[in-house]
């Protein structure tokens, strides 16, 4: 499609800058920098979906994965109440 714009000063600059050296075109600078640019608005539809690849965690039969992290709040909890009660006896109090 042939166009007219017209762009900015820093975004010519910009252009030129990637068109010194590297043997691209204004043109194809222009079209892989709008590309890049506009490539997150693409439809989500037209994206391969993230699929999660499910692994054994090696875990012993009957130990339930969910409960270990309320087993780490009840460490984490047990060792505040152990730390408190040992600065109490420092303070004196």
Known sequence: MRTTV???PDVEELL???TSGS???FKEALNDGLRRGLAHLV??????PF?????PMGLRAGL????????AGDL???AFVATTGQLRKTLGK
């Open 6 to 8: 017209t762009i900015d």
């Open 16 to 18: 030129r800058h990637a």
């Open 23 to 25: 043997g691209m075109s």
């Open 43 to 48: 439809p989500a539809g037209t994206i391969a």
């Open 51 to 55: 699929v999660v690849e499910a692994r």
């Open 64 to 71: 339930d994965p969910i409960k270990l992290h309320d087993l």
């Open 76 to 78: 984490d909890a047990e």
